[in-house]
């Protein structure tokens, strides 16, 4: 039997309404009660988006992130009674911490857990939102109690832990057995994580028990599921798993090997519709692999489903004017997704016409080049290293810079006023021309070249100004992407961003920064930095084309950042900067396809970043564990890397103790994210530390991340310590 089911629906709403509701509330607009209308009334939307499935989830809606919801259902944050209390543990002086989610660009706030936590049943959230949309096809979303505690922090004892959780989810699903609900949906992506023993007894030991009392749906979903986890949650009687087979295509589809004996009486949810691209999916091809999964399995049922849930994507193509017709009309975001879901069922049926989902109508071969495509075939072993080592480049390179020691610099970006916003938004609207705008960004570059010489920097930067968001700002001018008009996707909280889309070759046909950087470099004596975006991150933070290999993808791009260092050089820039903040963040789920990856990403960043030996080349990554991977940074041979350190607390440094890291680095003596001005004795602190494991010659000083987010009156004394701070040093 077929049945349908999708879930993960974005709660951001057509029109931003959860930002926007969100922010009212906490600009004081709104009160308490009608934030919690407003939240319902888009749980009711995405109810309305689900309205053809068979099935679909409800409780997927939260005022902030879901995980954060889990920690409070669960009690490991006292008293929280209001959404005051609720916002007051994600904002303000002791906010909790944030996280990337699996390999994704959204963030979850990061809970906390030892053996010691007191876990009982504080918020029944699952219950609550089940009664408000009660009905048969209503199946309540709760996390499942593994995922978890697998991305919480804090001395974890499994062992302990699980008798804890047991509990609480048993009243939970009791509750909701009592309630009427058929099935519960636990969300379970930590299934698909490499997983150790320990983890698969605790999966094994509450599963057994939680299960037993009602009909339990596990979800997993980013990636297969090793075999050894499969057999272990599948001897539980849950009622139902729930597979990613889109990404399952990269192992050969080995999850449909492994089920055939496991499965036995089981429904399977067969993730199936790609929820992480904007493509349509084929009808046919789907429908085809549906058919195969059917007849290999042969489950109790099978539902349609998506493959990761939908809030990965935008809302609805509809939003979408400006598009070119045949980029739109072979596009799917969330809302189209779900109707795919029916339209596998009705082709199943044997309704023939649903082929027309396919149709189209544009021609679409310009979105290929040739030349493109043949770049990237000649391509030699050379091109990826730049002409000579680091030892001899370092001397070329100081010879023309002439740097003083504890070299000090910031990462690119200063304050994105309301200033900066306002003018970018009125040149977007068309209330001032091109001129005009140039005009500003100009008369912004000279106040902050200004400014840098006043503090007494060394390598200047011009500040990003003309830069509305690091991706899409190159998205804008390299040929082979598109950016949205309202394709909005959170990234943590009410942030949202709009992921550009790569549609075909990727290319550049015009300056990218050098307009900007000449005319900066034109003010002052000081060399000045160019900053541009790196490929990988260009990649991660995209929707990508799935008809050719993200290692190709990434080369295109990389080629098309190299021919913009070549036009640098020309122009007489010394130093480059090519940020990476998602080199670790792109990495695989699973280790055991690090290696493929690491492999392509490094030549990836090498082919954008082989500039002369003259240029001394940057690179700067933020908000990741990069102790784990040193070795891959190294090999990126860039001749300086600044790398924010805060987040891990500096326990960077240890692996610097094992690692000989013998090219330049500033670790960031102070964290961005905190409007307090950091003082001297603090940084200099920091950076004791890390020259017990950094040679001092190669030490630079600079903050952990760009400045966009800050005030000038945090900023600018900032600076001035830092400089100070780097003054002692030369000193002593
Ligand atoms: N150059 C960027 C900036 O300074 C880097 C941002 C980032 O690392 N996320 O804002
Ligand atoms: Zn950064």
């Known amino acids: 039997m077929v049945k349908t089911y999708a879930y993960g629906f974005p709660r951001i709403g057509r029109n931003r309404e959860f930002k926007k509701s969100v922010e009212a509330y906490w600009n004081g607009k709104i009160d308490e009660k009608t934030l919690s209308e407003e939240l319902d009334k888009i749980q009711k939307d995405i109810i309305a988006n689900y309205s053809e499935m068979d099935y679909y989830p409800v409780g997927e809606i939260t005022g902030y992130d879901l995980i954060l919801d889990t920690a409070i259902m669960l009690g490991l944050y006292g008293n929280v009674k209001s959404w005051k209390d609720y916002y007051d543990l994600v904002r303000g002086k002791n906010a909790l911490e944030i996280t990337k989610w699996f390999n994704t660009n959204y963030h979850y706030v990061v809970p906390q857990i030892d053996e010691k936590s007191e876990i009982q049943l504080f918020w029944n959230k699952p219950l609550e939102e089940y009664k408000k949309n009660k009905s048969l096809k209503a199946i309540p979303f709760v996390v499942g109690p593994f995922t978890f505690i697998k991305l919480s922090k804090g001395n974890k004892n499994f062992g302990i832990l699980k ?41 094994k030991d509450v599963y057994s028990d939680i299960s037993k009392f009602h009909k339990v749906i596990v979800i997993t979903y980013y990636d297969d599921v090793e075999k050894d986890t499969l057999s272990t949650i599948l001897s539980t009687p849950i009622e139902g798993i729930g597979i990613d087979f889109v990404h399952n295509e990269r192992r050969n589809f080995q999850n449909l090997e492994d089920l055939k004996n496991l499965l036995k009486d089981k429904i399977l949810i067969s993730g199936i519709i790609d929820g992480r691209t904007v493509w349509k999916d084929n009808i046919e091809n789907v429908s085809k692999k549906v058919k195969e999964i059917i007849s290999k399995l042969e489950p109790k049922e099978l539902w349609i489903s998506n493959a990761g849930p939908l809030y990965h994507l935008p809302y609805s193509v509809e939003e979408e004017n400006n598009l070119h017709p045949s980029i739109k009309e072979r596009l799917a975001f969330a809302k189209e997704k779900v109707k795919e879901i029916t339209y596998i069922k009705e082709y199943l049926k044997g309704n023939k016409s649903v082929l027309e989902w396919n ?20 391509l030699k072993e050379d091109d990826f290293t730049r002409e000579k080592p680091y030892n001899e480049r370092v001397k070329i390179q100081s010879e023309i810079l002439k740097l003083p020691k504890f070299t000090t610099t910031t990462i690119g ?7 900066v916003r306002q003018a970018r938004l009125k040149y977007k609207k068309g209330e001032i021309s091109k001129e005009e705008y140039n005009e500003f960004i100009k008369s912004k570059i000279r106040e902050v070249i200004k400014i840098q010489e006043e503090i007494g920097l060394d390598v200047l930067v011009h500040g990003e100004f003309e830069r509305s968001d690091m991706v899409e700002f190159f998205a804008e001018k390299l040929q082979g992407m598109v950016t949205t008009e309202n394709g909005w996707i959170l990234s943590y909280g009410t942030r949202v961003y709009r992921a550009p889309i790569i549609y075909g070759d990727v290319y550049r046909d015009k300056n990218l920064v050098i307009d900007e950087i000449t005319y900066a470099q034109s003010l002052t004596k000081k060399p000045v930095k160019a900053i541009m975006t790196g490929p990988i991150t260009i990649l991660a933070w995209s929707y990508e084309r799935t008809d050719i290999s993200e290692k190709e993808i ?8 190299l021919d913009e260092v070549k036009e640098l050089e020309k122009n007489g820039i010394k130093v480059i900067q090519i940020d990476e903040p998602a080199f670790r963040e792109k990495a695989p789920i699973k280790r055991r396809d690090w290696e493929e990856y690491f492999e392509w990403s490094i030549k990836a960043f ?44 500096g326990d960077i440094i240890e692996y610097f103790e094992k690692f000989n890291y013998d090219h330049q680095i500033g670790l960031g003596v102070y964290d961005v994210h905190s409007p307090e001005v950091p003082e001297i004795k603090t940084m200099q602190k920091i950076v004791e530390r890390a020259l017990k494991v950094i040679d001092p010659k190669n030490f630079w000083i600079n903050p952990d991340c760009g400045l966009k987010t800050r005030k000038w009156e945090e900023v600018i004394p900032s600076l001035k310590n830092m400089v100070k701070l780097s003054e002692n040093l030369r000193e002593s």
């Open 163 to 203: 008798e804890k959780v047991k509990e609480v989810y048993l009243e939970i699903i009791k509750s909701l057995k009592d309630e009427g609900a058929e099935f519960i949906h636990l969300d379970e992506p930590g299934l698909v994580y490499e997983l150790t023993d320990e983890e698969r007894k605790f999966i």
């Open 359 to 378: 149709n189209y109508k544009n021609d679409n071969s310009w979105w290929f080049k040739e030349e493109v495509k043949s770049r990237i075939k000649n």
């Open 413 to 419: 970006s200063f304050p994105q006023t309301e200033e």
């Open 554 to 561: 990434a080369f295109q791009i990389a080629l098309a950042i």
């Open 606 to 649: 090498r082919l954008a970043s082989k500039a002369s030996p003259e240029i001394q080349l940057h690179t700067h990554m933020c908000y990741s564990e990069f102790g784990e991977i040193i070795d891959k940074i190294y090999k990126l041979d860039a001749d300086v890397i600044s790398i924010e350190t805060s987040r891990s607390g």
